[in-house]
């Protein structure tokens, strides 16, 4: 929703799904911003789709992704519009994402 701020986007997935508050729900999304090599998670939370880059965005979705800890997720195109470098980190960075959650 590009009038959403993304934390609060990424948080309502949680808080709609498992019955949490707003304040665990942002700890969680700092947390995975954070494991999803976003800079500055907090000052990411707080802002708009618009504001960020395409690599950003998906890292922002894989988070999205993994909030309530799926039991298996699959990628349908991960990479699809991103330049061939941003393709590589976001490959690289699902790859150790599955290493360290299993």
Known sequence: NPYMRVGIQVAEAMMCH?????????????????????????QAYDKYPHEFSGGQLQRIMIAMALINEPD???????????????????????KEIQAKMG
Do not use: G
């Open 18 to 42: 498992r019955s949490v508050n707003q304040r665990k729900a942002k700890e969680r999304v700092l947390e995975l911003f954070d494991l999803v090599h976003l800079p500055n998670p907090q």
């Open 72 to 94: 298996i997720l699959i990628a349908d195109e991960p990479t699809t519009a991103l330049d061939v470098t941003v393709q590589a980190e976001v490959l690289l960075l699902i």
